[in-house]
């Protein structure tokens, strides 16, 4: 084999061992991704069913039901609601009325299990997306009970 064909062949396979390392990383990042939906975006039927996400707001008030490791409750952003099931132990800082951020799946019936169930960790902080969700939908019920003609 001439030189020049060598260096050809030696150029070739480094081109598609590069291309192949390319769709390793391209393929670890996308099974790693993560999205994150609000209740309101989740009963829209904006989530996907059958693949890992996150979905975040508020833990609503008498909605926590503990049976042992089993744990229920529901998510909400005041303007709609997403029933978690959880097994495991709860944050320290899980409370009802507090906000909450849940990793897990959503099921054909549109119940949400989760496998991770973050507490925020302070009293100021919520994630953006959850934090302008949240502003959108008092906003939006704050429009609807405050009707022209009242």
Known sequence: MKPRHQRFLFITLGVA????????VLNAFQSNLVFFFTPTQVSQGEAPKGR??????????GSLKKDGENV???V???????????KGLLP?????????????KLSDD????AAEVLAKHDENYMPPEA??????AEA?????SVKPGN
């Open 140 to 144: 939006a019920k704050a429009a609807q």
């Open 131 to 136: 934090k302008h969700a949240m502003d959108k």
């Open 52 to 61: 890992a996400f996150r979905v975040g707001g508020m833990v609503k008030e």
């Open 17 to 24: 061992a590069l291309a192949i390392a390319g769709m390793f």
């Open 110 to 113: 549109n119940q949400f299990t």
């Open 76 to 86: 909400t952003d005041y303007a709609h609601d997403v029933p978690v099931r959880f």
């Open 92 to 104: 320290d800082l899980f409370k009802e009325g507090k906000g909450v951020v849940a990793q897990g």
């Open 72 to 74: 229920q409750f529901v």
